[in-house]
């Protein structure tokens, strides 16, 4: 099968055709490249919540590449110039910009991202992004081949959304719940999870959604499992992560140590887990 570029990807994002991810927080090439090969569309280098660096983050996206996914990396912010500038050069394939607030936070975020003159990114030769095409056939399409995400994740954000949905060169609107509901005080009012179902998130949601739709920009959202992606389908979402590499270790731990405890039950055996907040 043939890679599709960055447009052709995110055409199919917009045509309705859903994308499935995963966040990388543990800071491995090994666990990168076999996850690359797992099925998913795409993987999202976390450096904003993750403890890797450049070097680092150099051999994650090579690996991503061996497995033919996608990758995307998580940068500090729209400030961040230095980090979006590192993680295209080599070779990602898009960038998440965190905890935007405005419109004119957007357009900082877009300008790191593409090129003169639609925005302010450095052009360099030779570096991993040029290798494939050449300088001019890589940088030649890219502000149309790079995907710039942002997060939507505070209630500045949702205020002014139909402002930031209407900047040029949005690709993604990615909804994190979490600090969402953290920034709209929903934490302090529900008890843990019907923040993630009350009204106010659903309203912040549907304002999200209804001026994404106006732009004809994606809609992206961060998931810890598969219980609720139908539902998000179902309202337009199609880029969704459904957690990340750390969180499918302790649950595919949690089956497992479930497992053993429900077999030493049967045998007569006395075994039980060890005590753990994590599960």
């Not at 966040?23 to 999202?44: C, I, K, R």
């Not at 081949?145 to 402002?163: D, F, H, K, R």
């Not at 957690?243 to 030493?264: F, K, P, W």
Request: charged residues 20%.
């Amino acid at each position: 099968m043939s890679e599709i570029s960055g447009a052709e990807f995110k055409q199919q994002l917009r045509d309705g055709s859903p994308k499935m991810g995963l966040f990388l927080n543990a800071h491995t090439p090994t666990v990168a490249e076999q996850l690359a090969h797992s099925g998913y569309d795409w993987l999202l280098v976390d450096t904003q919540h993750g403890p890797m660096d450049h070097e680092k983050l150099s051999a994650m996206i090579c690996s991503i590449g061996s497995g033919g996914a996608k990758s995307m990396v998580r940068v500090g912010g729209f400030d961040d110039r230095p980090g979006i500038q590192q993680a295209l050069d080599l070779g990602s394939d898009g960038v998440l910009i965190p905890y935007i607030n405005s419109a004119e936070e957007a357009r900082q975020a877009v300008s790191c991202a593409r090129y003169p003159t639609f925005g302010t990114r450095s052009v360099y030769f030779p570096q991993r992004s040029t290798n494939k095409a050449g300088l001019l056939g890589y940088v030649g399409p890219a502000n149309d081949n790079i995907i710039v995400a942002l997060q939507v994740e505070t209630a500045s954000c949702i205020e002014n959304m139909a402002e930031i949905a209407a900047v040029p060169g949005v690709d993604i609107l990615f909804l994190g719940q979490n600090d969402l509901c953290m920034s709209m005080g929903l934490y302090e009012k529900y008890e843990f999870p019907h923040m993630y179902t009350s009204d106010e998130l659903g309203a912040a949601t549907d304002k999200l959604v209804t001026e994404a739709r106006k732009n004809d920009v994606i809609l992206g959202l961060f998931l810890f499992g598969t219980d609720r992606v139908g539902e998000f389908l179902d309202k337009g979402f199609t880029f969704i992560s459904i957690g990340n590499d750390l969180h499918h270790v302790l649950t595919q731990a949690a089956a497992h140590v479930t497992a053993l405890e429900s077999i030493a039950e049967e045998k007569g055996k006395s075994w039980t887990r060890r005590p753990t907040a994590l599960f």
